[in-house]
């Protein structure tokens, strides 16, 4: 990168870094706990619905949140659920930890619905989020698209969420899929707006960790590792014993958005693959050397 681009980032970093969001599993309290005091008061904090947690766990770690001064985001992923009571039950204790007032709505990894919910879409059309006291719903966004769903349904679906968030006035908020690769990202957020969609959105940036681990939840989720794009990103395939943060991502990203008149309204969402204090600890070292460029 050259040094005006370095340069030219320092200001838009600090304004893409300030209010962060973080996400964890419902299983890492012990790691939230450790990343506290490096976690600015008021962090959204996004609670995964992974299949390997059940539900008490993730409704704690949202308390912990909630108790910590964070703002929990608890996800709801719609094909892992078996019933409307399931759901209705998830709701009732995330209000009784005041963790209700906003949720992630994701469709879900499985390749058929476990129960009522094929998809985000049918969920928040079946107006059981606002009855709970949700206010604003999260939703994805694939600038890289998905591997198992095409493109136009991926639009359509996203069009007609936001559509449907808002005849429920209920606010939104796109956060996208994690990538190495800022190209897609822009393109993304230009076809976002070209579309008319206004909705504030959280660009999914992968927190620094081991080069292996990276790749693995890559492959995983079907994000684009190329030698090129890994490289531009800052590290090599053939050093896996290595760690990878997005410094240059992030900067880059920052600094194109901001050229190209993108900006508004997109923020970072940080996936904390090498840990929450790790993660958290990036972000604020990072955005002091940005306020010194
Ligand atoms: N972006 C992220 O951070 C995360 C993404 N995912 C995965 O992303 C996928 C899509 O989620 P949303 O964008 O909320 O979709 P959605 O629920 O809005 O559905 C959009 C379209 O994709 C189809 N679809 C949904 N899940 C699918 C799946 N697993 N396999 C094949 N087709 C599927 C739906 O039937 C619908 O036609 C899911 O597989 C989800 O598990 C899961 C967790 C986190
Ligand atoms: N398609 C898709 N499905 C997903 O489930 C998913 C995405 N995309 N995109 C990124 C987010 C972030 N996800 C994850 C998934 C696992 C860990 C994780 O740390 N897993 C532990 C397991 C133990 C635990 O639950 O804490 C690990 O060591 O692998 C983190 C983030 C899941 N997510």
Do not use: C
């Not at 949202?62 to 608890?74: D, N, Q, S, T």
Request: charged share 25%; hydrophobic share 40%.
């Amino acid at each position: 990168m050259s040094d005006t681009a370095v340069e030219l980032s320092g200001e838009h970093v600090i304004a893409f870094l300030d209010d962060y969001s973080i996400e964890m599993t419902g299983k890492d309290v012990p790691g939230l706990d450790e990343a506290r005091d490096a976690l600015p008061h008021g962090t959204r904090v996004n609670v995964t619905y992974l299949g390997a947690e059940d539900l008490e766990q993730r409704v704690t770690a949202a308390r912990a949140v909630r108790e910590h001064g964070l703002l929990p985001v608890p996800h709801i992923a719609a094909r892992r659920l078996t019933s409307e009571q399931e759901l209705a039950r998830f709701l009732d204790r995330l209000a009784e930890v005041q963790a209700i007032d906003k949720v992630f709505v994701i469709g879900g990894d499985p390749s058929e619905a476990a129960g009522p919910y094929p998809d985000a879409l049918t969920l928040i059309r079946s107006g059981v989020l606002e009855r709970h006291g949700v206010r604003e719903v999260g939703i994805a966004g694939y600038p890289e698209g998905h591997p198992d769903i095409p493109n136009s349904a991926l639009w359509e679906h996203l069009e007609a969420k936001v559509e449907t968030l808002r005849e429920r006035g209920l606010q939104t908020v796109i956060v996208t899929q994690f990538g190495f690769d800022t190209e897609p990202v822009v393109a993304w957020i230009r076809e976002l707006r070209s579309r008319g969609i206004d909705a504030p959105v959280r660009v999914g940036v992968p927190g620094p960790a081991g080069v292996k681990r990276l790749l693995g939840f890559a492959r995983r989720f079907g994000i684009g590792a190329n030698a090129m794009i890994v490289k531009k990103y800052g590290f090599s395939l053939t050093n896996l014993l290595g760690t990878a943060g997005p410094d240059r991502f992030v900067a880059s990203l920052a600094t194109q958005l901001t050229e190209q008149g993108l900006a508004k309204d997109v923020k970072m969402h940080l996936y904390a693959f090498g840990g929450l204090r790790a993660t958290a600890e990036w972000a604020q070292r990072f955005t002091l050397e940005g306020a010194r460029r």
